[in-house]
């Protein structure tokens, strides 16, 4: 007997429960896909993002499918004939379904669940949450939450479970629908290392996001003194950007060079007399000594010329860092500035168009800049 909507609250989110998903049909997959209408702020970014440098630690269990698939980028794949070992192969962690006691307690208890346990690659503030159950139509889970905490250092999957660490509730217990994208608002202002994941009794995730600010660690930063202030390990973000036709602008400030011309940024051929940029907020204020553009994997389309203007803070005039220079395709461009300077925004234009694969921004905050920093870690971490 399906069950309807009504039958279920509404989840403490953007999203309304999409019920069970119909058996695939054959064709697109994704045609009958329930996507959540959502707007965010253009500088969110996935906290839980394997590129960034998370990692699913620990599940209780994964028979059907890896844990290690719930962070990947890029949406979920489904191929209808490829079975495995296991049984259907999926791309998303699943666990195996859940009996009760005896064969007269042939069911789950109210409280068994399955979890998974998420290093967060940068640490932050978590906005919105997405439990993507793509593909998973007849078995995702009845329900999901999502805990988060905040540990100091590496602990290990065992300290994190232990009575030391205490998780604070982002997302309460909540019905999902199947193949779709549950979204759900959150409102903690605190700054979190770890997420729990939880299925209830049991089921199948293909992805997990988790939107926010990245709140670097003031002291090791300081302890650095120079380091890329753009960086989006470090608090650098992408604010705005001309063009996202191909790529988006972010790319070009996640860790490490850029493995394909899709990992950077390309925009699309101008057929006008402008130019494409991309605006950027550094950690914080600081003092701007060296920058590296770097075009990898960008040839018959790299952006021609590049130069850097710089302001200190939204309302103040924009300033030249480095004059229009021209680039070489596929090439890290280590570029010295005429003369060091001080400001928390940048800007990067590029002529006529084109792409670049990473910008970093090498330089110390100023003593103003440091002290909002570590201000804003210790509100936070409060
Ligand atoms: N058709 C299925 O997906 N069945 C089972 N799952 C896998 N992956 O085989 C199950 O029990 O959920």
């Known amino acids: ?26 064709g697109d997959p994704y045609a009958d896909y329930r996507a959540a209408a959502h707007t965010a702020p253009a500088h969110w970014v996935d906290l839980a993002d394997r590129r ?55 069911h789950p208890l109210a409280d068994d669940h399955d979890w998974a346990l998420i290093r967060l690659g940068a640490p932050g503030v978590v906005r919105a949450v997405v439990v993507d159950t793509a593909h998973f139509r007849g078995n995702h889970p009845a329900a999901i939450s999502v805990e988060a905490a905040s540990a100091d250092g590496t602990p290990s999957p065992d300290e994190l479970l232990g009575p030391a660490v205490k998780w604070t509730e982002l ?9 779709a994208e ?14 729990r994941l939880n299925q209830h009794p ?7 996001r988790a939107y926010g600010e990245v709140v670097p660690d003031p002291r090791w930063l300081g302890t650095l003194g120079t380091f890329d202030l753009v ?10 950007a001309s063009d996202l036709f191909y790529s988006p602008a972010v790319n070009t400030i996640r860790p490490g060079r850029a ?41 018959g389309n790299s952006a021609g010329w590049a130069s850097l203007s710089l302001r200190d803070g939204p309302h103040a005039p924009w300033t030249d860092l480095l004059p229009r220079t021209r680039l070489e395709p596929d090439t890290a461009h280590r570029l010295l500035p005429p003369e060091p300077a001080i400001g928390a925004e940048l800007r990067l234009d590029v002529y006529p168009d084109g792409g670049i694969a990473r910008l970093r ?8 800049g440091a002290a909002r920093l570590a201000e804003r870690h210790r509100e936070l971490s409060a």
């Open 231 to 240: 960086a989006l390990e470090n608090g650098g973000r992408v604010e705005e």
């Open 202 to 208: 049991d089921g199948g995730v293909a992805r997990l």
């Open 259 to 299: 493995r394909r011309m899709d990992d950077g940024w390309e925009t699309r051929r101008r057929r006008d007399r402008g130019n494409d940029w991309i605006r950027y907020r550094l950690a914080e204020r600081a003092l701007i000594r060296a920058v590296e553009i770097d075009t990898a994997h960008l040839k």
């Open 52 to 106: 960034l440098g998370s990692g699913v630690v620990a599940a209780n269990d994964e028979f059907f499918a890896d844990r290690e698939n719930l962070l990947l980028p890029g949406r979920a794949e489904f191929h209808p004939g490829s079975f495995g070992h296991k049984g259907k192969v999926m791309d998303g962690w699943e666990t195996r379904r859940r009996r009760g006691g005896s064969a007269g307690r042939p």
């Open 182 to 195: 549950n979204r759900f608002t959150v409102r903690a202002e605190r700054r979190f290392t770890h997420l």
């Open 361 to 368: 921004v090498f330089g110390e905050l100023t003593p103003d």
């Open 171 to 179: 997302v309460p217990r909540t019905p999902v629908g199947g193949h």
């Open 1 to 26: 007997m399906p069950r309807t909507p009504a039958e279920h609250p509404a989840p403490a989110g953007d999203t309304s429960f999409t019920g069970a998903a119909e058996p695939y049909a054959g």
